[in-house]
């Protein structure tokens, strides 16, 4: 007999907490954490190198992200313990989905913008060079921490409940907006938007991992791993 899997889902008061700190992560956060930084040199006194910022920033959205999640973490823990069997499986057909797709949408994307450069990638990239070992500590282990938590386990995970397309939907789309809306604003073009191709393959995919197995942990390693293995290939 199959175990059986603990509630994925949060509690009213996981959900409320959880949508404010999402907007102000997502729509605040991007806009005042520069100046943030720049208060903080001044009363300081000191220079906080942008690498050092990078990892500031992350960590604090970990810390907050655990503070808020700490017992819907605590649930997805025990549905890994209880499905840890069909987690690996999934997690290796997520893997091998993942860049099959992935191939698919960057094909699309050329299509109609010829630069097909993975604005993500480009970034850390340039945050390898400067500072590789922070740089992996983020792309590894804190983004994706914070990422699967916020657009897997908040958004998707809440809003399968009540409709399992618009889960997908609504999830993957503002994944795919949060790599590419601050490239369209800084460089006040709108056709970075047509990017988000680039994106939506990963978001389905991670969100289909999670609802697969019934356990975030299986997204958020499916997601490490992919940076991982992005950052192994710009080596």
Request: proline share 3%; with cysteine; charged share 10%.
């Amino acid at each position: 007999m199959a175990k059986k899997k603990t509630s994925p889902y949060m509690t009213p008061g996981e959900q409320v907490a959880g949508t404010v700190f999402f907007v102000v992560y997502l729509v605040v956060l991007p806009f005042v954490t520069g100046r943030l930084f720049r208060l903080a040199e001044l009363l300081l006194d000191v220079t906080i190198s942008q690498a050092l910022q990078n990892v500031i920033y992350y960590y604090v959205l970990f810390a907050v992200t655990l503070l808020i999640f700490h017992k819907f973490l605590a649930r997805t823990c025990r549905n890994l313990a209880d499905n840890l069997g069909t987690a690996c499986q999934t997690l290796l057909a997520g893997l091998v989905g993942l860049y099959g797709l992935n191939e698919l949408a960057y094909r699309l994307t050329n299509l109609v913008m010829v630069n097909r450069t993975n604005l993500n990638d480009t970034a850390i990239s340039a945050q390898m060079n400067d500072a590789p070992h922070m740089t992996l500590l983020i792309v590894v282990f804190l983004a994706p921490f914070v990422e699967e938590t916020l657009f897997r386990g908040l958004v998707f995970g809440n809003l399968k409940g009540k409709s399992r397309p618009v889960a997908y939907v609504v999830s993957c789309g503002l994944f795919a907006l949060l790599h590419v809306w601050q490239f369209a604003v800084v460089h006040q073009d709108a056709a970075y938007f047509l990017l988000m191709l680039q994106y939506l393959v990963p978001g389905a995919v991670l969100a289909w991992v999670y609802d697969h197995s019934g356990t975030l942990w299986t997204s958020i390693a499916l997601h490490a791993l992919a940076n991982a293995l992005s950052v192994w290939a710009m080596a």
